[in-house]
Protein backbone atom coordinates (compact mmCIF):
# COMPACT_ATOMS: atom_id res chain seq x y z
CA UNK A 1 0.00 0.00 0.00
CA UNK A 2 1.20 3.89 -0.64
CA UNK A 3 -0.66 7.15 -0.24
CA UNK A 4 -2.13 8.89 -3.38
CA UNK A 5 -2.06 12.55 -4.33
CA UNK A 6 -4.93 13.15 -5.55
CA UNK A 7 -7.23 16.17 -7.69
CA UNK A 8 -8.59 18.39 -4.60
CA UNK A 9 -4.94 19.00 -4.03
CA UNK A 10 -4.29 20.94 -7.56
CA UNK A 11 -4.75 24.36 -7.10
CA UNK A 12 -4.72 24.19 -3.51
CA UNK A 13 -1.44 22.89 -3.11
CA UNK A 14 -1.29 23.23 0.64
CA UNK A 15 2.18 21.70 2.09
CA UNK A 16 1.23 20.49 5.51
CA UNK A 17 2.28 17.36 4.37
CA UNK A 18 5.55 17.52 3.27
CA UNK A 19 7.03 18.81 6.79
CA UNK A 20 5.84 15.49 8.45
CA UNK A 21 6.70 12.84 5.96
CA UNK A 22 9.64 10.69 7.69
CA UNK A 23 10.99 9.65 4.13
CA UNK A 24 10.63 12.85 2.24
CA UNK A 25 8.71 11.23 -0.43
CA UNK A 26 6.55 14.19 -1.70
CA UNK A 27 7.36 15.77 -5.27
CA UNK A 28 6.32 19.22 -6.35
CA UNK A 29 4.69 20.39 -9.45
CA UNK A 30 3.79 23.59 -10.42
CA UNK A 31 -0.05 23.18 -8.77
CA UNK A 32 -0.09 20.60 -6.79
CA UNK A 33 1.89 17.54 -5.64
CA UNK A 34 2.44 14.18 -5.26
CA UNK A 35 4.28 11.14 -3.42
CA UNK A 36 6.43 8.48 -4.66
CA UNK A 37 4.99 5.31 -4.03
CA UNK A 38 8.29 3.33 -4.04
CA UNK A 39 9.16 6.04 -1.61
CA UNK A 40 6.52 6.29 0.45
CA UNK A 41 6.06 3.17 3.71
CA UNK A 42 3.08 3.59 4.44
CA UNK A 43 3.32 5.23 7.76
CA UNK A 44 -0.16 7.44 6.74
CA UNK A 45 0.86 10.31 8.90
CA UNK A 46 0.69 12.95 6.36
CA UNK A 47 -3.13 12.02 5.06
CA UNK A 48 -4.52 14.18 8.56
CA UNK A 49 -2.77 16.91 7.89
CA UNK A 50 -3.94 17.84 4.23
CA UNK A 51 -6.45 20.67 4.70
CA UNK A 52 -8.18 19.89 1.23
CA UNK A 53 -8.11 15.92 2.32
CA UNK A 54 -6.33 15.32 -1.06
CA UNK A 55 -4.37 12.48 -0.25
CA UNK A 56 -6.10 8.94 0.15
CA UNK A 57 -4.19 5.33 0.90
CA UNK A 58 -4.58 3.50 -2.57
CA UNK A 59 -7.00 1.01 -1.50
CA UNK A 60 -9.23 3.35 -1.59
CA UNK A 61 -11.46 2.37 -4.16
CA UNK A 62 -11.46 3.88 -8.25
CA UNK A 63 -7.68 5.65 -7.44
CA UNK A 64 -5.34 3.76 -10.39
CA UNK A 65 -5.14 6.97 -12.09
CA UNK A 66 -3.97 8.91 -9.39
CA UNK A 67 -1.53 6.76 -8.65
CA UNK A 68 -0.24 6.41 -12.29
CA UNK A 69 -0.30 10.45 -11.87
CA UNK A 70 1.88 10.63 -8.37
CA UNK A 71 4.03 7.41 -9.90
CA UNK A 72 4.99 9.31 -13.04
CA UNK A 73 5.43 13.07 -11.46
CA UNK A 74 7.65 11.69 -8.63
CA UNK A 75 10.11 10.74 -11.19
CA UNK A 76 10.05 14.20 -13.39
CA UNK A 77 9.24 17.06 -10.30
CA UNK A 78 11.95 17.81 -7.78
CA UNK A 79 12.05 16.68 -4.14
CA UNK A 80 9.81 18.80 -1.47
CA UNK A 81 10.61 18.22 2.40
CA UNK A 82 9.80 21.65 3.52
CA UNK A 83 6.39 23.54 3.72
CA UNK A 84 5.60 26.78 2.10
CA UNK A 85 3.01 29.03 1.22
CA UNK A 86 0.06 27.57 -0.19
CA UNK A 87 -1.36 29.87 -3.21
CA UNK A 88 -3.24 32.85 -2.75
CA UNK A 89 -6.49 31.36 -4.05
CA UNK A 90 -6.46 27.94 -2.45
CA UNK A 91 -9.59 28.07 -0.89
CA UNK A 92 -11.58 29.17 -3.90
CA UNK A 93 -10.26 26.00 -5.41
CA UNK A 94 -10.62 23.74 -2.66
CA UNK A 95 -13.46 21.00 -3.16
CA UNK A 96 -13.92 22.13 -6.72
CA UNK A 97 -14.22 18.52 -8.61
CA UNK A 98 -12.74 17.75 -11.87
CA UNK A 99 -9.82 19.69 -11.54
CA UNK A 100 -7.23 17.51 -13.73
CA UNK A 101 -8.60 17.95 -16.68
CA UNK A 102 -8.56 21.82 -16.89
CA UNK A 103 -5.94 22.85 -14.58
CA UNK A 104 -3.36 20.07 -13.96
CA UNK A 105 0.12 21.00 -14.65
CA UNK A 106 2.84 18.78 -15.64
CA UNK A 107 5.40 21.82 -14.87
CA UNK A 108 8.02 21.12 -12.41
CA UNK A 109 7.88 23.28 -9.23
CA UNK A 110 10.98 24.88 -7.64
CA UNK A 111 11.08 21.95 -4.62
CA UNK A 112 13.38 22.81 -1.93
Given at each position: MTYVVTDNCIKCKYMDCVEVCPVDC???GENM?????????????????????????DTEPSLETWLRVNAD??????????KKDAPADAK??????DKFEAHFSASPGTGD
Open positions: FYELVIHPDECIDCGVCEPECPAEAIKPYAKRWPNITQEWDGIA
